[in-house]
């Protein structure tokens, strides 16, 4: 058998498939080793692990990127994150002003945002379970406050 090659073809519904190729006498054939949205570590270990021969990992990231996949291999929880906002900042959509203060302050602490609007930041990711959990917790507190005397 000749060389295999990997690379990548875009298919519809913003996906993309990682194929391996094979020159045969019959000529080329190809199948597939992976299908993804954005080409990340757990998406790079299968393409490894299906491949016949091995696999040029940075060949692989630069054929991704360019049929136009998105690529996220090595990349922390927060790099990918900040590439999901931008792609939505450049598609035109906005957070809510307060979350983009917030924003702005996370990354650069220089900016002018209140401390309430620091705290209410802080709950933007919360789930709801612990938004419930807290609330909860105030409940509980508020119900051991002293009662006021009325009779002043």
């Known amino acids: ?69 998105s690529v996220s291999v090595g990349a922390t929880p927060v790099d990918i994150a900040a590439r999901a906002l931008l792609a939505e900042l450049r598609a035109g959509h906005r957070p809510a002003p307060a979350l983009a203060a917030a924003l702005a302050d996370a990354v650069d602490s220089d900016t002018d945002v209140s401390d309430t609007a620091r705290a209410a930041a802080a709950w933007s990711g919360a789930t709801f379970e612990e938004r419930g959990e807290a609330l909860r917790d105030l409940l509980l507190l508020s119900d051991r406050l002293p009662v006021p005397d009325r009779r002043l």
Request: hydrophobic letters at 45%; zero cysteines.
């Open 1 to 69: 058998m000749l060389p295999t090659m990997a690379f990548v073809v875009r298919r519809p519904g913003g996906r993309f498939e990682a194929r391996e190729s094979h020159a045969t006498p019959r000529g080329p054939r190809a199948r597939t080793l992976a299908t993804f949205a954005s080409l990340d570590d757990a998406t790079v270990a299968l393409v490894i692990e299906r491949a016949e021969t091995p696999v040029d990992v940075h060949a692989l990231v630069q054929a991704a990127r360019r049929a136009g996949a």
